[in-house]
């Protein structure tokens, strides 16, 4: 859809809105060297899990969000308008998915989470900036895009300007990885902000749901 090439009118390198490959116009950056640099540590994957999947995981899921209610109230939140929960048991249609999620994600024996999480942000809901604690999360984070489309933004922990945009298409696979995930800070744009290439990414309510590996122990 987005077209490589608009300007950003953010960050460095204005103007000139590059794509990560030709072909693939899912990721543009401030700087080229930079895009280069987190490219090789970000994967996404389009179409990841059909719409009957998508439904599925739907089905699964909807029951327990709908007790939670939307957290709203504390400006400072790195998340805002949103209800989450984790689970470690799925049914056996979720759970075929998932293990598509960690085969793509994670090496084979692998430490990971077994807790998955999942993250329902409402149409007005947001990310801050922020990186994912290195306490309780490793190397990767893998993250299932469902109900609608959003970018997500990584900005350079280094310098707080530069800056790669991913574009998440509904029930596509995010994984980052290395330097996105500990040296770049990720966030969810808001509707009013959600724009890749220039071209406008409506948000709707969004569900994504995030396999994570653990920590070394080696640290
Ligand atoms: O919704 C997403 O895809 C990202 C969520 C996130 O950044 C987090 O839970 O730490
Ligand atoms: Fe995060």
Same mark, same amino acid.
């Given at each position: 859809? !987005? ?15 590059? +794509? ?25 994957? &389009? ?29 400072? /939140? ?14 056996? &249609?979720? &759970?075929?998915?998932? /293990? ?9 024996? !692998? ?25 309780? +999360?490793?190397?990767?984070? !893998?993250?299932? +895009? ?22 998440? /298409?509904?029930? +596509? ?13 990720? /966030?969810?744009? !808001? ?29």
């Amino acid at each position: 859809m !987005a077209a490589c090439g608009r300007a950003l009118g953010l960050g460095r390198g204005l103007g000139r809105g590059l +794509c990560s490959a030709p072909g693939r116009r899912l990721m543009l950056g401030s700087d080229p060297a930079v895009l280069e640099r987190v490219s090789r540590d970000v994967e996404l994957r &389009e179409e990841f899990v059909s719409p009957e999947e998508e439904a599925a995981l739907l089905r699964e899921l909807e029951p327990s969000l709908k007790r939670l209610r939307y957290q709203r109230e504390h400006w400072d /939140q790195a998340i805002h308008g949103y209800r989450e929960t984790e689970r470690s048991r799925w049914g056996e &249609e979720s &759970e075929a998915i998932l /293990q598509r999620v960690r085969d793509a994600a994670f090496l084979p024996g !692998a430490e990971q989470l077994s807790m998955v999480h999942v993250l329902d942000l409402e149409k007005e809901g947001f990310i801050r900036a922020h990186v994912d604690s290195v306490k309780f +999360c490793g190397d990767t984070i !893998a993250g299932l +895009c469902l109900l609608s489309a959003g970018v997500m933004r990584l900005v350079s922990e280094e310098d707080k300007i530069n800056y790669v945009d991913l574009l998440l /298409q509904r029930r +596509c696979l995010y994984i980052l990885r290395g330097t996105a995930r500990y040296t770049f800070s990720h /966030q969810i744009l !808001a509707d009013k902000e959600s724009f890749f290439a220039g071209e406008r990414v409506p948000r709707d309510r969004r569900i994504s749901v995030i396999c994570r590996n653990l920590p070394s122990s080696a640290g």
